[in-house]
């Protein structure tokens, strides 16, 4: 109605997105909203006037700037001389440990959700993707 439109318009507002993600059945619908949230404001989207890619290759450059002005080597050394870890390799290793114990259940999560969905897609041979998760659960 803010819109003057005639039809209802899903917009990438996280509620909306949600609620769509989560109760819409129409498959295409779910897919297509996915694209353009997982795209938005990237050199992957469909609107390029909205990408952001020099925007943050800037950014970037300016904190690996600030950080070697102020003596380190990187912006993660920077980020992490007020924090708790004491290392950007600590910090590296302990995600990869993260990843590696949270592994298995994730899999096992999933197999889950494949069991889940398979009555679902009757008999349809379809691999269970990201924007089928939030309606299955």
Do not use: C, W
Request: net charge negative; aromatic share 6%.
């Amino acid at each position: 109605q803010q819109r003057e439109l005639e039809q209802a318009v899903a917009t990438l507002d996280i509620p909306a997105y949600l609620a769509i993600m989560t109760y819409a059945d129409d498959r295409a619908l779910r897919e297509t909203l996915y694209q353009a949230y997982t795209t938005r404001a990237s050199d992957q989207s469909a609107q390029s006037e909205f990408d952001n890619t020099p925007i943050m290759e800037e950014i970037l450059r300016l904190r690996q700037e600030m950080a070697q002005l102020l003596g380190f080597n990187n912006y993660a050394e920077l980020s992490l001389a007020s924090k708790m870890a004491p290392s950007v390799e600590a910090v590296d290793q302990f995600l990869r440990e993260l990843a590696e114990h949270a592994r298995a259940p994730a899999e096992k999560e999933i197999a889950e959700l494949k069991a889940i969905a398979a009555p679902a897609s009757q008999g349809a041979s379809r691999p269970i993707a990201a924007i089928g998760i939030p309606a299955t659960l």
